[in-house]
């Protein structure tokens, strides 16, 4: 069963807007990251926010988690149209004395930018 | 540079036949992991494994087989190929270190029909 169900499947927007991807998960957590993935490649790693941060910056992302509503947000800043792609949810449910390393994927959102 | 490949890149063959696809990763990263990615389900677990003679089953394992006989390389077998095991597959791998941060590197993939 899926971990992480990313809002909304599918988001069209135009250049130097702004793209918020949402992503929800069920059980608790020790991190949760976020991957990106264009048209036939391999996934990427985006960012990692741990259990106990609320908020967290790499160049024009910023991820935010709440752990009480368990959710998490991905905003990405004046939008390129090289940031078309999937971009995936992954949680880290942990085990026993912290991260096993064991990632649960959610479906993912397709970001268009339009030029 | 240090990467993690997989081949072949795409593969079609029979319903019922053994098929093996390879995963190679030059980092010396203990963890390795396979998933796969259909429409609508996202990328799902396989199998994994956190070291040499260690494997694991993911969420959908049914069908499938690995063995780590080195650090480098973890094959995923498909015993017998049925045509639900159409899709596409990745490797990825990440270190083993004690540290919340860390990331999963993916490989390019492989295209797998079954016909």
């Known amino acids: 069963s899926q971990q992480g169900e990313e809002d909304p499947q599918a988001l069209s927007i135009q250049e130097g807007e702004n793209a918020t991807m949402n992503c929800s998960y069920k059980t608790s957590i020790n991190n949760l990251q976020w991957y990106r993935q264009n048209s036939g490649r391999g996934l990427v790693h985006l960012i990692l926010?741990?259990?106990?941060?609320r908020e967290k910056h790499s160049g024009r992302l910023r991820v935010t988690l709440d752990t009480s509503k368990k959710s998490s947000s991905l905003l990405i800043t004046a939008s390129r149209a090289a940031d078309t792609a999937s971009y995936f949810c992954a949680t880290d449910a942990g085990g026993s004395g912290g991260s096993n390393y064991k990632l649960t994927f959610g479906k993912g959102t397709l970001l268009t930018v339009n030029p | 540079d240090a990467e993690i490949t997989q081949s072949p890149r795409h593969k079609i063959t029979e319903t019922g036949r053994q098929v093996t696809l390879a995963c190679h990763q030059t980092?010396?990263?203990?963890?390795m992991f396979w998933y796969r990615q259909d429409l609508g389900h996202g990328l799902r677990l396989i199998h994994y494994?956190?070291?040499?003679?260690?494997?694991n089953k993911g969420e959908v394992s049914d069908g499938y087989s690995v063995s780590r006989s080195n650090t480098e390389d973890l094959p995923l077998t498909l015993e017998s190929a049925a045509s639900s095991q159409t899709s596409v597959y990745f490797c990825a791998s990440t270190p083993w270190w004690d540290s919340q941060d860390y990331e999963q590197y993916f490989g390019p993939g492989t295209r797998l029909t079954v016909t």
């Open positions: 494994s956190y070291g040499v003679q260690d494997t």
């Open positions: 926010i741990r259990s106990n941060e």
């Open positions: 980092w010396n990263h203990n963890n």
